[in-house]
């Protein structure tokens, strides 16, 4: 019992150093053997207060409920809050890589600062990854394997069962009598990964017993090259202009394109890791450098990734959450009471600050109605001399084409009196010495 409470220290030592006292730990629980054994050994070494199950059914089994249930049933035995997720994903030639993306999806709504995200994966998966990735032609990134832990979002990932074998999780599972889900889908070969398990692996493990030992040698190999990219990556963002953005972030374009080819390549694989995401595959690599670095100097070209956008505007390279929701003008107006905070539709949060002496004048309501551009708005800036169109004063102030759509427009008596946080109209600003507002637009990944 001792040997087995210091390995279970060993699992979760990472997770406990870093889990702040309010943040929780979410557990993918899909019901497998995997994940119930995780689930189970967090419950043991963890407080179950702290714990939130979450089981996304993608509803492409015919027993999907009866995994759902057993889950239901599983979490309520441990005393464990669970949440159960439902998405669709359509049937398709690439069904395991959109299953993968939905559930990345529901989690990364769910985790919030200071959480853990724990996954399943063990060393089996690991191998199997490997070799997926060879023959889709990764390199040394891909070939460094599923790291043990990464940043995610406003929280961290961690996968506690990467160095076990599925052999040492069954005799965990057997050792404590549990019960998990068969997911009948593993024996069926036209998916890919269940190609290489159920019919590649065991003809390599038959020639060649000790090939787990051999690719593990092979990750460490790619993982130090990793870590040497990842440094050149550090110090070459140095003197990019990295800037936090609505959003995301953006670095300088003209800057990068002075670096050398690889290391252009470099920093756009690492760029997305500061937002919580994983590096760049070699097709968005590859499409970034034939067609968006080629888009036209005056259009405003866009990447869209897993979870993520690249955009292109004037001289820098964006990467945003591509959480942004679509905005319809029938949501609007809004009435604002500017005692609280504000969530607008599309995900975004207007806050407004008092402050002792200017910024916009207290409406004697001490509310604003909450309109989108519709098209023909003038208005004249404070300290302008003239009246201009809105499309043309965004274009002034830099606002990027993706945000127009979605700027708030603050109207007091059906006069348009402050824009965003961009700027507040003629004869609308408080006086030097008399008590105003300061207003503050965020997008809600920021």
């Known amino acids: 019992m001792q040997e087995f409470e210091l390995k279970l220290f060993e699992l979760f030592a990472e997770v406990e150093k870093y889990l702040s006292k ?5 557990i993918g629980f899909s019901g497998g053997l995997d994940s119930t054994v995780l689930l189970t050994l967090a419950c043991e070494y963890f407080t179950t207060k702290k714990v939130l199950a979450v089981h996304v059914n993608h509803g492409l089994s015919s027993n999907s409920k009866d995994w759902q249930r057993f889950v239901v049933e599983y979490c309520k035995r441990l005393s464990v809050d669970y949440s159960l997720q439902h998405v669709e994903i359509i049937d398709s030639a690439n069904q395991e890589a959109k299953a993968r993306e939905a559930r990345f999806d529901v989690f990364s709504k769910l985790i919030k600062k200071g959480d853990a995200l724990l996954l399943g994966h063990h ?7 490997v070799f997926y990735r060879l023959l889709r ?59 290489l398990r159920n019919c590649i692996i065991p ?20 993982k130090d090259a990793q870590m040497l990219a990842q440094s050149i990556f550090k110090d ?21 394109k002075t670096l050398a080819r690889s290391r252009q390549g470099n920093v756009i694989r690492y760029l997305p ?9 070699y097709n968005v690599h590859n499409e970034f450098f034939s067609s968006f670095l080629q888009a036209r100097i005056d259009g405003s070209p866009f990447l869209t990734c ?21 905005i319809k003008a029938s949501n609007f107006p809004i009435t604002w009471d500017i005692s609280c905070s504000l969530v607008l539709p599309d995900g975004s949060m207007l806050k407004a600050v008092e402050v002792d002496s200017g910024g916009l004048q207290l409406p004697q309501t001490m509310s604003f109605d909450v309109d989108v551009k519709r098209g023909g708005e003038r208005c004249r800036p404070s300290g302008r001399g003239r009246t201009q169109t809105l499309k043309k004063l965004f274009q002034e102030y830099s606002l990027e084409p993706w945000w127009r759509s979605h700027i708030p427009l603050l109207y007091c008596r059906g006069l348009l009196v402050a824009v965003g946080d961009l700027w507040i109209c003629n004869g609308w600003n408080a006086h030097s010495g008399e008590r105003g507002l300061k207003i503050m637009w965020k997008h809600n990944s920021v």
């Open 123 to 129: 060393l089996d998966d690991q191998i199997e990854t």
């Open 203 to 222: 003809h390599i493990n038959a020639r060649w017993p000790n090939y787990q030992k051999r690719i593990n040698t092979t990750i460490k190999l790619n």
């Open 137 to 195: 032609g990764s390199g040394s990134l891909g070939l460094s394997g599923i790291p043990l832990d990464r940043n995610f979002r406003e929280g961290r990932l961690f996968r506690p069962l990467i160095t076990l074998t599925r052999t040492c999780i069954l005799e965990i599972a057997k050792s404590r009598g549990l019960n998990w889900i068969e997911d009948e889908t593993n024996s069926e070969n036209r998916f890919d990964r269940n190609y």
């Open 22 to 26: 309010k943040g929780r730990i979410l």
């Open 273 to 281: 890791t500061l937002l919580g995401y994983s590096p760049t595959n």
């Open 306 to 326: 897993c979870g993520y956008q690249f955009r292109r505007f004037r001289n820098k390279v964006y990467v945003l959450h591509k959480n942004l929701y679509e």
């Open 236 to 256: 070459d963002l140095d003197n990019l202009d990295l800037r936090d953005e609505r959003g995301g972030l953006s670095i300088n374009l003209k800057k990068l």
